[in-house]
Structure formats: structure tokens, C-alpha cells
């Protein structure tokens, strides 16, 4: 699913200065990577979905080269293939959450909003327990429903990766488990790969893998 | 579709701070647009009725007063002249003399005498009824006659010019015989009566019980009291018992619309009023209003010029928080753009959203300004009223 090989990459202000000599995620992998503040992992991040590019190397995507693409073509690259889960969930408080889990929908022209979508919202938002809170704004519901209704929008679009930055840092330890254990039972059933994000040791031995990624960095993240 | 409906989600979920937002651009539009309409219906009613007078006669003394009143029904009040004017006037053969007596008021409109040559050279019908034809009878401009809820048949009584003038004005109860039809001029809200109703109203002619000695032997020396009644309303019983003293002649006028048959005989008229050393004038209406209306415009300049930098002032808070609402929308920008959102996109939501706000507002600034339309008339009599 990722393919690194001697990937480089610098902020133009300079300074931080990340070098992967190889790293990848195999289809259907649950893999977490793990490191300091400042140790470039949401810049791997960045980099995977194409917001930032390498300076040099190899970087393939589900088979494409993501500094070969355009900027259109990233986008939709990310649109389509690429689901995203924050730690602070980022829904949009003015949209009920079946609107958020369909936000991708809104904010594309390329992706066709229709009955089945919408179906599919609602299954997903029932298989994750917030059935009842399809309706609801999500100032209405607990963080952990939100979050839930955050790893619902990251996998509308039946992505075949998922991206998980801190997604469980936001919560505590009773949601910790029931979210992890929801993104774990989701993106298997959607048959997506995994690469999440995350300080949390204590649910490291659930993931297939873990990466520690501060053998890659130089200098400091900015 | 979907930006708009995402503005549109986003101004719903906000909408008390989209409702302030709304509502200052739309005053900050509706507000000159009403104000220029207002104007223009003032202006419009104040130089259509001039222009449809050729001439005005009164008292020497403040032409724009003497217009206002005699024109506009204002409660200016020239001083008056004398009836003998409007027999010199006739006699010269230069123009019809029409009297106006304008002094009094019936439940808030003004009462004006005058003859039933007014009523023609305003062009005035009858909706209802007729028009009056003996002492007491009045006929209301459709406005008065809406306003009251009064027809022919009905009642109604002049208000005492001032209730603690114990020998002075008495109210009289008048009878409506007609309803004008509408035209739109100040017509509309004025009670119409004889001149004669008027002078009878002003207390300078009335009726009372007979005077006659108290043995009621012919011949014998009258003997009037306090005790005999006077009548408050004329009745068809007692309608011969009014009558006026003296020489009708001197009785009072506050002007006359003489209206020449040409422009020779209005020349000749004008210049005969021309005497400083006289206690009369000549107007010509036209004139005092243009003199009034371009002294309103280049106040009206200065007021628009108020009202501009007042907008701008508005549209740079209206402005300012737009700003600071996309500064708050940063970090959901933010998200968008990392989920796979064009830049474009966010710039047409944020687009779509102030198109929206726009929209509406225009929408109920279009609403004020229309409301204000339909109150223009009322409105613009209003302003000529207070001018």
C-alpha cells in the first residue's frame, strides 16, 4: 500500500530534516508509528497524502508515485483513496453528523453525492453506535460519539488507506479502547490498510506493527 | 450546489450573529434608497400641487408660510385678509377669486372654507353624496372620511382652537353630506365647508334663540341675556336663525387662489400687488416651492454625504466580521484542504456565504424601501406638514 525508498525531506525555512531509507505498509496492515514531538511523524503524514512533497526519493501510493501527480490530481488522489481521523475530530459544528460523515461529498465536485452514499452513511454511523445521533449536531454528542462520527467521514469514500493522527489523544481510557477497537473493526471490514499516529504505548500491542520513527528525523519539526 | 448549501447550513447554525449581519448591510442599503424616495415623493406632491396654482393672494409677510397654508393646509398662519380682496379681485376681471379660510381643525384635519369654486378648480368630485350646500354641511376628502369611518349622514365637530379661551371658539357640529374621491393631494385629509361654515365656526356669525321683549308685544326694544342659547349645530330648525353682523366684506380670509384666465391678466394682476406700501402680496406658488425645494436639495446633499461615510463606516464593520469569522473558520479551512478540498472551494464557500448574506439582505432592504414606498404619500404630507 506505501512504498518509501530513500525519501528525503526539508522545510524550506530549513532546520528539520526527515530521511527515510525504507518504509512500507503492506494492504490491509495495522501499523503504528510511534515517536517524540518533533520526530516528522505528521509530516509522514503530510507527506503520504500528498499535502507536502519529498525533496527527493520514492514515495508510492497504492501503486502511484505521489510526487508524480499534479496538484488536482492529489486531491483527488487524497479525496478518494485517503480517509483522515484527527485528534481533535475537526467536525463542523453547524452540520448534523450524517452531513459530516458526507462532508467529503460537499466539498468535491468529483465525488457524486447520491442515495446509496447516503445509505452508506447511515450504515456506517449504525455500525459504529451513533445510529441514534445521525440527526444531532455535534455539539450535542460526547467525544467519544464524535470521534466516532470522525472515523464514519474518514471512511465514506471506502478508502483503501486510512490515516489516524493521534486519534485516540483526545479521549479517555474507557473511549481509547472503544474507538481504536471501532477503527480497527471499520477499516477491516472496509479491507483499508492502517497507519496510525500515536503517543499512547499502552495500545501499541494491538497494531499488526509499530514503526519507531525517531531513528528518521534531523533537527527539529518546526 | 454544495457550497451553497454549506453556507447556507453555516448561516442557519449562526443565525443570530447572520441576522445582525443581515440586518445592518440591509439598513446600510435601504436607508439612503428610502430617504431619495421620500424626497422625490415630497417633491413630486409639493411642486404638482404649485405648478396647478397660478397665483396666490395674502397678507404680506412670509410667502413660504402663506404658500404652505394655503396650499399644503399647514398650520402656519398668515395673517389674514379681508373678504373685500376677493370682491376686488372678481371685479377687476382678471381672475376667479377663490377664498380659503383655514383656521380651524375637526378631529386632527383642517377645516377649510372656502366655495364650491374650490372644489371645481381642484377638479375635486364626489365619491359619496354631495357637496355642501347650505351652513353646517361639510364634505370630507377621502382620507379624513376613511380615517373616521364617517359618511353622509354622519357628524362630526370642530375642535376649539383654544379651550381656554372662554369668549372665543365654540365647537360646531357639522354635517357630512359628501366624500370627495381620492386624489392623492392634500385634499385627501382636509374637511371641506362653506366659507360662511367657517366664519360660523370662528365665531363671527352665529344663531341663538329668538331676542325679543320679555312681554312680546311688536315694536317693543329687545332684550338679550345670557340666557338665550346659542346654537352649537345648524339644523334645517334653526338654520334661519344664523346670520352675521356688520359688513361681510371685512370678514376674514387667510388667502385667495385667484386664477387668471391668461397670462396677460396674471401679469396685470401680479403687478398690481406689486406695492410694498400695500398689505397684500401676489405669489405665484411655483416660485416659493422651487426657492423651497432647492434649499432642501443642498441640505439633502450634505445629508447624503452624511449618510455615505455612515454606510462606509457600517460596511467596514460588516467588513471586519466577515474577516473575523473566516479567521475563525481557519482550522475548518484547514481540514477541508487536508481531506482533499480545492483552495478554489473554500474561497467560493466563503463566497457563497456573503453572496447569501448579501442577497438577503438586499432582499429585505428592497422590502423596507418597498414598505416605504407604500407610506410615501402619508409620509411625504407628513414632511410638507412639517416643512
Known amino acids: 500500500m506505501i512504498e518509501i525508498r530513500d525519501l528525503a525531506f526539508a522545510y524550506p525555512a530549513g532546520g528539520f530534516q526527515l530521511r527515510i531509507p525504507a518504509f512500507d505498509l503492506a494492504e490491509g496492515e495495522r501499523l503504528a508509528v510511534v515517536g517524540p514531538s518533533g520526530s516528522g511523524k505528521t509530516t509522514l503524514l503530510d507527506l503520504i497524502s500528498g499535502i507536502r512533497l519529498p525533496s527527493a526519493g520514492s514515495l508510492r501510493v497504492d501503486g502511484e508515485e505521489v510526487s508524480l501527480m499534479s496538484d488536482a490530481a492529489r486531491r483527488a488522489f487524497r479525496l478518494r483513496r485517503i480517509g483522515f481521523v484527527f ?5 463542523l459544528d453547524y452540520l448534523t453528523i450524517q452531513e459530516n460523515i458526507l462532508y467529503p461529498y460537499r466539498i468535491s465536485n468529483a465525488l457524486k453525492l447520491d442515495v446509496a452514499t447516503r445509505a452508506r452513511a447511515r450504515a456506517l454511523a449504525e455500525a459504529a453506535g451513533i445510529g441514534k445521533q445521525f440527526g444531532r449536531h455535534p455539539n450535542a ?9 470522525a472515523i464514519c467521514r474518514s471512511l465514506i469514500t471506502a478508502p483503501r488507506l486510512v490515516l489516524a493522527d493521534e486519534a485516540t489523544g483526545a479521549l479517555d481510557p474507557d473511549n481509547k479502547l472503544r474507538v481504536l477497537d471501532l477503527l480497527f ?26 514503526v519507531d520513527f525517531r531513528d528518521y528525523r534531523i533537527g527539529a519539526e518546526p | 450546489m454544495s457550497t451553497l448549501y454549506l453556507a447556507w447550513a453555516h448561516i442557519v447554525w449562526h443565525r443570530w450573529r447572520s441576522a445582525v449581519l443581515v440586518a445592518a448591510i440591509a439598513l446600510v442599503l435601504a436607508v439612503p434608497a428610502t430617504i431619495e424616495r421620500l424626497l422625490t415623493a415630497s417633491e413630486e406632491r409639493l411642486a404638482a400641487r404649485a405648478e396647478a396654482t397660478p397665483l396666490l393672494v395674502g397678507a404680506r409677510g412670509s410667502r413660504l408660510d402663506l404658500v404652505m397654508n394655503a396650499l399644503y393646509f399647514s398650520e402656519d398662519r398668515p395673517d389674514p385678509l379681508s373678504m373685500a380682496e376677493v370682491e376686488a379681485i372678481w371685479d377687476s376681471g382678471l381672475a376667479e377669486a377663490i377664498p380659503l379660510h383655514l383656521r380651524f381643525q375637526a378631529e386632527a384635519a383642517p377645516v377649510v372654507g372656502t366655495t364650491l369654486d374650490y372644489l371645481s378648480f381642484r377638479g375635486l368630485k364626489t365619491g359619496e353624496g354631495r357637496v355642501f350646500a347650505t351652513l353646517g354641511e361639510a364634505v370630507l376628502g377621502a382620507g379624513v372620511a376613511r380615517r373616521l369611518g364617517l359618511g353622509p349622514g354622519d357628524s362630526l365637530t370642530s375642535a376649539p382652537s383654544n379651550l381656554f379661551d372662554l369668549a372665543g371658539v365654540y365647537p360646531l357640529k357639522m354635517t357630512v353630506v359628501g366624500v370627495l374621491e381620492p386624489s392623492g393631494t392634500q385634499d385627501d385629509d382636509a374637511v371641506f365647508v362653506d366659507i360662511k361654515t367657517a366664519w360660523v365656526i370662528a365665531g363671527i356669525g352665529h344663531g341663538h334663540d329668538d331676542v325679543v321683549a320679555e312681554d312680546g308685544e311688536p315694536g317693543a326694544a329687545p332684550r338679550a341675556s345670557a340666557a338665550i342659547r346659542q346654537y352649537q349645530e345648524i339644523t334645517p330648525e334653526n338654520v334661519e336663525s344664523f346670520h352675521f353682523h356688520g359688513d361681510l366684506a371685512a370678514y376674514p380670509v387667510s388667502a385667495i387662489l385667484a386664477v387668471p384666465p391668461d397670462a396677460r391678466a396674471a401679469m396685470i394682476l401680479r403687478g398690481r400687488y406689486l406695492d410694498a406700501e400695500l398689505g397684500t402680496q401676489a405669489v405665484v406658488p411655483d416660485r416659493v416651492i422651487s426657492e423651497l425645494l432647492g434649499r432642501i436639495f443642498q441640505i439633502k446633499r450634505s445629508l447624503d454625504a452624511a449618510v455615505g461615510l455612515v454606510a462606509l463606516a457600517a460596511l467596514v464593520g460588516v467588513g471586519l466580521a466577515v474577516f473575523l469569522s473566516l479567521q475563525l473558520r481557519q482550522r475548518e479551512m484547514r481540514t477541508a484542504f487536508r481531506l482533499g478540498c480545492r483552495r478554489s472551494m473554500i474561497a467560493r464557500l466563503v463566497l457563497a456565504e456573503i453572496a447569501l448574506l448579501l442577497s438577503m439582505a438586499g432582499v429585505l432592504a428592497a422590502g423596507i424601501v418597498l414598505a416605504a414606498g407604500s407610506l410615501a404619500d402619508q409620509a411625504a404630507g407628513w414632511l410638507i406638514g412639517a416643512a
Not at chain 1, 485528534?87 to 467536525?91: I, S
Not at chain 1, 454528542?141 to 462520527?149: F, N
Not at chain 1, 472496509?190 to 499502552?202: I, K, N, P, R, S
Request: negative net charge; glycine residues 4%; charged residues 35%.
Open chain 1, 185 to 210: 473493526e471499520r477499516v477491516a471490514a472496509e479491507g483499508a490498510a492502517l497507519l496510525a499516529v500515536t503517543h499512547d504505548t499502552e495500545l501499541l500491542q494491538r497494531f499488526d506493527r509499530v
Open chain 1, 141 to 149: 454528542l460526547s467525544r467519544g460519539e464524535r470521534q466516532r462520527a
Open chain 1, 87 to 91: 485528534q481533535d475530530f475537526e467536525l
